[in-house]
């Protein structure tokens, strides 16, 4: 399997311990999951397994985790060291012998065939796990009470000793003791450090922004002059001047000459050219030459045949049942001219009778917009055969149907209806 992915930026941190005596909960994990051309894996599920080794990068598992992650938008992803073994316990790991190894593995495509992304030794952060095992590091013997932080000898005629641990140290002789050691108190980058989910808390006693990356204030927002919000003295509201060919601008004298422009002054456009233009979509849209070029006799063009059995009445086919409509210009018994231009339209096929010698006389119907009707008669050939060539000048909307008059009951019309723009 191809390694998919380079780059995980780790960032760790040991969660803060509840009161005196309660181990941490876990490490903070996280991380940035990159494609091998450096582009984050956004929105992705993916599998990660962690584990402590003991001694070398090599060394024995001491501890092992699997986590089933899905990156954000920037390809990061977090999680907790501790909250989900498989092996082990965070808990058991002996932190004071030995150098303690992070080995982190990943499986891209959120399985569970992982590959190595890298390992490293930990240092000082994780250790403070060894100082944790007793809290703050102090035990309460024979005559002492420890309560509330507070150190109290129960029996005061007793020898009393002291012995620090982790980071905690004690100096000084009964009953002057000096207790040195690390507090439990948050600062901002603790917080941060869990996740940017603030639920609700209101951040308080902050500063006024200095830099461009400090975070603002409500006071520094509220007086804000909204009425120049971009602060800018060179970008102010100007006014536009127009003489001749001349535009002006009144802050700061500038000037542009619109005689070289298309179309500055009236509609002559003095052999310039209108370049760069989309093709047409709407019907007021302008023309370019690559639609222009595009269009062909193919684009109003149509083929419908025809099978109809006769009744005794006089009719007119429906044309609907076409083979191909280039143009949509067939509505039921229609065919409606969409463009200007000449027409090539071609009627062929036969009607049966007994005896086979046509009873119906077979017209092409133009009906025209502005001009009346014409029916132009499609002749038979050989018998009960018909063909028919035409060559017509039409206009936006004019009309053409296909009738038979003077059937004979039971006669079959067998034909087709073909024709183009020339």
Sequence with gaps: MGRDFTILILVLGLFSTLGFSQAPLGINYQGVARNTDGSPMTDRDISIRISILNGSESGSTEYEEIHDLRTNAFGLFTAVIGSNPTSGSLNDVNWSEGDKWLRVEMDAAGGSNFLLVGSQQLFSVPYAMYAAESGTGLQAGEGI????????????????????????TVTGTYPDFVITGQNNDQGLSSVVGVDSNADGAILTNLGEPVDLQDAATKNYVDNLDVSDSDADPVNEIQELGLIGNTLSLTKNDSTVDLSGYVLNQNNDAGTSRLVNVGDPMDLQDVVTKNYLDEKDANDYAFRVPIN??????????????????????????????????????????FSDTVPPIPSATLNLVVKPVVKSVVKYQVHGYTGNWFYESFF????????????????????????QIFGYKI
């Design 145 to 168: 009470d420890l309560s509330d932080k507070t150190v109290t000898n129960t029996a005061p005629d007793q020898e009393v000793k002291m012995i620090g641990a982790g980071t905690v």
């Design 308 to 349: 109809v059995t006769a009744s005794g009445l006089d009719i007119t086919f429906n044309l609907s049942d076409y083979d191909f409509d280039e143009g949509e210009m067939i509505s039921g018994t229609q065919i409606t001219i969409q463009q200007d231009g000449i027409y090539y339209i071609v009627i062929k096929g």
């Design 392 to 415: 017509f000048k039409l206009e936006l909307n004019d009309v053409i149907e296909l009738e038979a008059i003077g059937t004979s009951g039971g006669e079959v019309f067998d034909l």
